[in-house]
């Protein structure tokens, strides 16, 4: 029996040519044609002016922040149920991380949460640098709603979009809503370039900013001289290579990942005690890019602990919900506003096979191990 990833690189002879002609063109740096070339189209598919092709999302989270003025002494206000890179990278500039809670719905942040803590901060006289949005599991957040407060309380907004590329929200793109975005193309994003990251802003000035910061910081004198810290964050012009192939496959991809969930949402919506986050169906799915199907099951008495394990014995790989990271040793001593919903979520969520190279055959495994699994659930109890 073959075992079903989760979500795994999808790579055809498309990108293989442009590989090979990137290798071939001589440009095997961190920059060339190729990188020009993946920036422009990201930048044209998401609808915002500028775009630098970085080394990791990671790199561009840390960028972005640093643009916002984050440091010591400030305050970055984010969900606690992300990944850690989102966290981390308020580390690295030695600002302070305020985590806020999920809404139970779609698991992104709480926004009426999100807003009293930032009213919070403010009556505390803290200096907020920004709130860093995460738009999870390739959901956006509701931005209709968050963007008009934050522009009222004068507090800029970055977005996290490394899983959402493609998705959308009231018609604009996930990457167009912050002063800055933050992409990512690691391996098991819904695109790769094996790893690979970029920054976007309809800012010029701070785009150039970041490209200086992420090549050494080097001045424009014909030696080395560095006034500043820098760092090595640029995009190899192999791996752009990579990026533009996937990009000519992108909306094929999300129409693969969008019929494995519209499968999971019509063949596990019988089963009792359980639902898909996000709600999952088809009319909701059109703002989401469908990177990963969840499944929460708090009705049937089990916890994903087990569901994950009993799937990996069918050679089935699914996983928990990021773990909060108020729950993260490393975050346990930071402030968080909680209301318990992303505690749950943790608990009862498991992110399902949703990759664009799985078959209808693997699906199908995946729905019948799931089924077997929670009707001896439902019996059991
Ligand atoms: C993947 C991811 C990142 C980090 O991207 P890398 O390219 O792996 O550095 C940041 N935030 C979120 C929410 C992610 O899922």
């Given amino acids: 029996m073959s075992r079903i990833f989760l979500s795994r690189a999808h790579v055809t002879e498309v990108e293989e040519r442009l590989v090979l002609e990137a290798l071939r063109s001589g440009w095997v740096a961190p920059l060339g044609p190729m990188?020009?070339?993946?920036?422009?189209?990201?930048?044209?598919?998401?609808?915002?002016?500028?775009?630098?092709?970085?080394?990791?999302?990671?790199?561009?989270?840390?960028?972005?922040?640093?643009?916002?003025?984050?440091?010591?002494?400030?305050v970055v206000v984010l969900p606690s149920m992300t990944f850690a890179a989102t966290a981390n990278a308020v580390l690295y500039t030695g600002a302070e991380p305020v985590f806020v809670d999920s809404s139970a719905g779609d698991a992104n942040v709480d926004v009426d949460l999100l807003v009293s803590a930032v009213d919070t901060l403010l009556a505390e006289g803290r200096d907020i640098a920004c709130v860093l949005a995460v738009d999870l599991f390739g959901r956006c957040l509701d931005y209709s709603r968050l963007l008009p407060e934050l522009e009222i309380r004068g507090v800029p907004l970055v977005e996290d979009a490394a899983e959402a590329l493609g998705a959308s929200h009231a018609g604009e793109a996930a990457g167009s809503f912050g002063h800055s975005a933050a992409l990512s193309f690691n391996g098991n994003k819904i695109m790769t370039t094996s790893g690979g990251g970029m920054l976007l802003s309809d800012d010029v000035e701070l785009i150039n900013h970041a490209r200086y910061l992420s090549t050494q910081a080097r001045q424009p004198v014909p030696w080395y001289e560095h006034t500043e810290m820098g760092f090595n964050y640029r995009m190899s012009n192999i791996l752009a290579a990579l990026g533009v192939g996937q990009l000519s496959r992108l909306d094929d991809m999300i129409r693969r990942r969008r019929q494995h969930r519209e499968r999971y949402a019509a063949e596990l919506a019988d089963l009792p005690g359980v639902r898909l986050l996000g709600g999952g169906l088809p009319e909701d799915a059109s703002n989401d890019n469908c990177w990963l199907t969840c499944l929460v099951i708090d009705g049937v008495g089990t916890s994903a602990d087990a569901v994950v394990a009993e799937l990996g014995k069918h050679e089935i790989e699914a996983r928990h919900l990021w773990k909060p990271m108020h729950l993260q040793p490393l975050y346990s001593s930071a402030r968080a506003f909680l209301t318990g919903a992303s505690e749950t979520l943790f608990a009862h969520g498991v992110t399902l096979p949703s990759g664009s190279e799985l078959s209808n055959t693997d699906i199908d495994r995946v729905i019948s191990a799931l089924t077997g699994i929670l009707k001896g659930r439902v019996e059991a109890a």
């Fill in 35 to 74: 990188v020009d070339r993946f920036e422009s189209e990201i930048a044209d598919r998401v609808g915002v002016r500028h775009a630098l092709a970085l080394s990791s999302g990671t790199a561009a989270l840390h960028l972005a922040l640093l643009a916002e003025g984050a440091g010591p002494g400030k």
